[in-house]
């Protein structure tokens, strides 16, 4: 039978008094006023159990993220939102939020936000090192990135938006691994932006930048293990190189270890070569 309300027992033909004393035997479980389950109920019997004690309940925040797969870990306590005339005093294992939403899911049975809405509630509440793991972690893994800021573009009262609007500009979404996105990130905190695993001619590069003809390689550690992929790697650059680009390569262990000295020196080459060829082609004779 799972998780039922007084009512829907009794319309299954349980009487208020069979109720009372199977309650009182322990065959049933009281979670909730009016709310009860047939055996121990597990997390998502009690989120079943908090939307049938409040009917406008909507499950959110964490809870709302666990179930969507954005979190890895089940919390400590289900979270929902109600509509803001509701009551929210509740129990110590729930947490009710009074707000109005302008989209409702569905997933399990349940009435939920949405995938998007409840990444935002989230994020919206970490502190900026588990802020942008949790971004780097959810962002075109689990949703792309321009639903995410269609809505914190429309909540701009809300709190946390301010860094959530700042990781959105920072999350270098078509990173390939953690170093590349580790070296995005840097660069874009400075306000200085490349091209992520963009084509050039018949190769790919990490980052690139094609007015200063620039390539940024981030190697992995295993990257060179194999033979015919060294091998390969040098012909690619060999070509890239000589057709006028310039090929920075750098491992991931100096990415961690470095960080800084790595963007500063990616910043003063690019900037270099930028002036340069600009200069060049302002001196070139016309035909």
């Given at each position: ?22 309650v009182k035997s322990g065959t ?13 109920p597990d997390f998502v019997d ?242």
């Open positions: 039978m799972g998780v039922r309300t007084a009512a829907q027992l009794v319309e299954s033909g349980m009487s208020r008094g069979a109720i009372a004393r199977r049933l479980t009281r979670v909730l006023p009016q709310v009860y389950a047939t055996d121990k009690l989120c079943t159990a908090v939307t049938l004690w409040k009917s406008d309940a909507v499950i959110s925040h964490l809870t709302a993220a666990w179930l969507w797969g954005l979190v890895e870990h089940e919390p400590d306590r289900v979270e929902a939102t109600i509509d803001p005339s509701s009551s929210a005093r509740c129990p110590q294992w729930i947490r009710l939020y009074r707000r109005t939403l302008p989209t409702i899911a569905t997933f399990r049975g349940l009435r939920v936000v949405t995938i998007e809405q409840a990444f935002v509630d989230v994020a919206a509440t970490l502190p900026t090192a588990e802020l942008e793991r949790f971004f780097d972690s959810v962002i075109d893994n689990h949703i792309p990135w321009r639903r995410v800021a269609l809505i914190v573009g429309t909540a701009k009262g809300m709190n946390g938006m301010k860094a959530l609007r700042e990781q959105l500009r920072r999350c270098c979404p078509g990173t390939r691994s953690e170093p590349e996105r580790i070296v995005a990130r840097a660069l874009t905190a400075r306000n200085f932006y490349m091209e992520l695993n963009a084509r050039v001619g018949q190769f790919y590069g990490d980052l690139v930048d094609f007015r200063a003809r620039v390539i940024v390689e981030i190697d992995g550690r295993m990257f060179h293990s194999d033979p015919a992929t060294f091998d390969s790697d040098r012909r690619r650059q060999n070509q890239l190189v000589l057709e006028g680009w310039l090929v920075l390569r750098y491992s991931a262990a100096t990415v961690h270890a470095d960080l800084d000295r790595v963007v500063e020196e990616i910043i003063t080459v690019v900037r270099r070569r930028r002036k340069s060829i600009d200069s060049s082609s302002r001196t070139l004779p016309r035909i």
